[in-house]
């Protein structure tokens, strides 16, 4: 019998303007994870944070944006 799987990506803005939230998004993400692996344990589930202050590739280089001014 084939199994019907899904793919989910989670895409996490961890950037300043973020942080108010992020422990919100954290619980949130952390609950969808859970049922994920308990009801649908053949399922695959990715996870890219991006704004991080390690965040080190060429685009991120291109359009550095100063978060302190940026209306974003």
């Given at each position: 019998m084939?199994?019907?799987?899904e ?26 994870l ?37 209306p974003?």
């Amino acid at each position: 019998m084939a199994r019907n799987r899904e793919g989910l990506v989670l895409l996490l803005d961890v950037g300043p303007a973020m942080h108010s939230i992020l422990d919100d998004v954290e619980k949130t993400c952390s609950l969808l994870l859970q049922k994920k692996l308990i009801y649908n344990k053949f399922d695959e589930v990715g996870i890219v944070a991006f704004g991080t202050e390690a965040t080190d590739n060429e685009l991120a280089r291109d359009i550095q944006v100063d978060m302190r001014t940026s209306p974003f």
